[in-house]
């Protein structure tokens, strides 16, 4: 007997907003007990500023949680109290590897009633941080929402991190939606299937074009400065001051070093759902797949346990967490698009629209994660203070010079892990056209010096020099998957080297139709002017 589909109302999932809380976070903890929690949330931009948020929490009383009543009211204390101990953490010169009692004992007790681990996450961050500046508007719109709690104070850090709430908001009627196409899939219905499944990578399009607003009012060296450092959990830390972890100061003497990671995307419940429905599997990062295996059914059976996205799991609060292991179990529809893609062409071109959107929306956070992170850290420091007393953080500590590998505040590789998971979204495809294209590999050139006659072997750089916003090569050799193209195409990519800068021009545009006549996909002839020559390119899709 195949298992339930699983009832939104069992996990705290809102239909309308997904894994967002259905009652808004609140804005201050209604027991005047917490007062002194408050204080220091309303302050704690100044403390950190001023180097005395240590200090004051040093003198903080132990609060109970006793006055803790509703999930809105646990929710917010685990907020304060996340974003305090990364304030008290690395709020100084140097890192701190003890948080005090006043914010340990307290903060564990939390902890064990979200079943989320004691340190800053996703949820407290994003999901839980948040508030509508019209509550007659929808929280889907980054015009109408604002943040509760910042360590800077600055637009920057909170433009930040409502581009992701605001994702969260748009995306929560995918999981309902996908949820009735598994259903749909159960009784063979492959109309609705087709259905869900285009109207699911419609929404994928619209989380794009959110997650392409970061630069907006982001600002690249502020975010890698200033706000990156307080992000960094305690996990491979050793570079930047944290060799041991942290310790969690209960006051019993017997507390250990635990490393923790910290808040990452991959702790996006939304995202991994999308991942779950569609049947993507990811790999611990540099393990290739199983060619013996990849083609049959019973080879993909085995999801492995122990990579970073399945293990971030951890790291999400307890219900949703679940959710997401209950909809693993009846998730069918990759199987269901297999079994009838000899029959079925309109359902197959509709799945593998939904893995080029999902690819198309992590190449877009390879490419920020490329702006934020890999090209600042590569860009020489400038020391305001003598090297003596030079601050050690995450910012000025992430670069392992012995591997030369940049690091996320979740602990990890960043590009090869990014890389990886959005070329995996790519390998469940049906149609032979899009396996092809989802697979291709873009031959980056530029990084080597040609007048020094620098050998292309003689470095090898682990993170990409070259920034291709979101524009890919095609070669058109069949009539139809133009749907890959979002509504308005045109052409962003930039090559990049130390020595020169070539910016690829639309000449012409030939308009084509998409999978949904309503779209439209222009693949288009391109030319690039460099010292004066001109030299056509091959046909470039654009999504933009």
Request: charged residues 25%; aromatic residues 8%.
């Amino acid at each position: 007997m195949r298992p339930p589909i699983p009832v939104l109302s069992d996990y705290g999932i809102s239909p309308k907003h997904g894994f967002l809380p259905d009652v808004l976070p609140l804005t201050r903890l209604p027991d005047p007990y917490y007062n002194k929690w408050e204080s220091i949330a309303a302050n704690l931009q100044n403390l950190i500023l001023s180097k005395r948020l240590r200090g004051v929490i040093d003198r903080l009383p132990v609060l109970s949680t006793i006055g803790l009543e509703h999930d809105a009211e646990w929710r917010r204390a685990y907020m304060l109290l996340t974003f305090f101990s990364h304030g008290y953490i690395w709020g100084g010169d140097t890192p701190c590897d003890r948080v005090p009692p006043s914010i340990s004992v307290p903060l564990l007790d939390i902890c064990k009633h979200l079943e989320i681990p004691p340190v800053s996450t996703y949820a407290a961050s994003v999901l839980w941080n948040f508030k509508p500046l019209f509550v007659d508007e929808d929280i889907d719109d980054l015009d109408n929402i604002a943040t509760l709690v910042t360590f800077t104070g600055s637009l920057d850090e909170s433009w930040f991190y409502l581009v992701s709430v605001a994702i969260e908001a748009r995306g929560g009627p995918i999981i309902p939606l996908m949820l009735s196409a598994i259903a749909a899939a159960r009784q063979g219905d492959s109309a609705t299937v087709t259905r869900c499944l285009r109207a699911f990578a419609e929404r994928l399009d619209d989380l794009g074009e959110l997650l392409r607003r970061m630069h907006e009012n982001c600002d690249p060296g502020y975010f890698y400065r200033r706000i990156r450092t307080f992000l960094a959990g305690s996990k491979n830390m050793a570079e930047a001051g944290l060799p041991h972890g942290v310790t969690y100061d209960d006051g019993s003497g017997k507390s250990e070093y635990v490393q923790y990671s910290g808040p990452s995307n991959a702790q996006s419940s939304l995202i991994q759902f999308f991942d779950v429905v569609l049947g993507v599997e990811h790999r611990p990062t540099g393990e290739k797949p199983d060619p013996s295996s990849e083609s049959e059914r019973e080879g993909r059976s085995f999801v492995p346990k122990h990579n970073f996205i399945r293990d971030m799991r951890r790291y999400m609060p307890g219900p949703h967490a679940r959710f997401l292991n209950d909809v693993g179990a009846v998730a069918d529809i990759r199987e269901f698009v297999e079994s009838r893609a000899a029959t079925d062409r309109s359902l197959s071109i509709a799945y593998d629209a939904c893995l080029a959107m999902l690819r198309a929306f992590r190449d877009i956070h390879i490419a920020i994660v490329t702006r934020y992170i890999i090209l600042p850290s590569r860009e020489k420091r400038a020391r305001s203070r003598s090297p003596e007393v030079a601050r050690t953080n995450l910012a000025t500590a992430s670069k392992n010079e012995q591997h030369k590998k940049v690091k996320g505040t979740g602990g990890t590789s960043l590009i090869p892990f990014l890389k990886q998971a959005r070329d995996e979204t790519g390998e469940p495809s049906v149609e032979a056209w899009a396996r092809r294209f989802m697979s291709r590999q873009t031959k980056v050139s530029g990084q080597n010096d040609f007048f020094l006659g620098k050998d292309e072997k003689s470095e090898t750089l682990d993170e990409p020099l070259v920034e291709h916003g979101l524009a890919g090569t095609w070669t058109m050799d069949e009539d139809y998957g133009a749907f890959l193209v979002a509504r308005e195409a045109h052409v962003i990519w930039q090559l990049m080297s130390s020595s020169t800068r070539a910016l690829v021009t639309v000449e012409h545009a030939v308009p084509l139709m998409s999978m949904d006549t309503s779209e439209m996909a222009r693949p288009c002839l391109c030319r690039t002017t460099m010292d004066g020559g001109v030299s056509n390119l091959t046909v470039d899709f654009a999504v933009s």
